[in-house]
Every structure is written in C-alpha cells, then in structure tokens.
C-alpha cells in the first residue's frame, strides 16, 4: 500500500468516526489516565506574616471531568486556622492530555473547607519534566494574603 493510499484510508477512518459519533479525540486519554490512577501532590510549605502552612493533598482521583480529593492545611502558629476539606481541580480531557504530553497547563479548582463549607479559588500551573512527574505550584487567596504553595506532582496507581 502507498502513501497516499494509507493518507486516504487514515481519513476515511476519521471521518466515519465523526459522522457516527464516535469520539477519537479523547480515546488517548483513557490509556494514559486509566480509572485506577491517580494524581499525587507533594506535601509542601508556604510561609506567611509570623508563620507557615502546611499543605497535605489526598492522591487526587481524575473523574473525567476533573481530580477529585482531600486537603489539609495547619498553620504554625496559628493552630486555629487549620482546615480540612475537599479540593476539586477542574481537568477536562484536553487538559490532561496536554499535560501527559508534556506541555504546562494552567490549573484552576475549589477548596471547599468541611468546618464552615467556605470556598476557596485555586489557581496554578503544572509543568510537566519527565516520566509523568513534574512540578506544580498552587495559589490561595487567604486573610494573610495569597499564599503560593511549589510541590511537585506526578501520576501513579
């Protein structure tokens, strides 16, 4: 078979996919991000005004739509503006595409606090290094102001 045979069996091929529905734009993803894997964030520090926090994430579970899971936060000395709670970082399809083919994304989500259900805005950036590992760096506006947290990441089991 010639190059211009396979060219033209290769779009008949996407062709028929999109007139019957079939979507092949996210099929890549499914094998790279089976349902059994997760995200992993590092634990990491920031500091603020007389103090530091702390930041532990549960390992993050892609839902499709986006990675789901826990946080917790301790502030020395501040013992009482820990908080535990949910934290949701928007991951459509295309995004973890991107980012499993080595490219930086930008990263948004919620902090949603389990004590008193208020909500915090995250923004960051993963840039991806090598063998599904890279470095991330999260952002919170919080009462000591914003708060840059620079972990690193990768995906496992």
């Not at 092949?24 to 059994?36: Q, T, Y």
């Not at 949603?112 to 470095?135: C, H, L």
């Not at 991330?136 to 840059?148: A, D, K, M, R, Y």
């Amino acid at each position: 078979m010639d190059k211009r045979n396979v060219a033209v069996s290769c779009m008949a091929w996407l062709l028929s996919s999109l007139l019957i529905g079939v979507d092949v734009s996210g099929s890549s993803v499914i094998k790279l991000m089976p349902a059994g894997r997760h995200l992993y964030v590092d634990p990491c520090s920031a500091s603020i005004p007389f103090g530091r926090v702390s930041l532990v994430v549960s390992p993050l579970r892609y839902t499709g739509k986006a990675c789901v899971g826990s946080y917790r936060l301790k502030v020395f000395p501040y013992f009482f503006k820990n908080e535990n709670g949910t934290l949701v970082l928007d991951a459509s399809d295309r995004l973890i595409k991107t980012l499993m083919s080595g490219r930086p994304v930008g990263l948004v989500g919620k902090a949603t606090n389990s004590k008193d259900g208020k909500v915090k805005d995250i923004v960051g950036k993963a840039i991806p290094r090598m063998n599904q590992k890279g470095k991330v760096t999260f952002s919170i506006n919080s009462e000591f102001g914003l708060i840059v947290f620079n972990t690193t990441y990768h995906f496992g089991d």
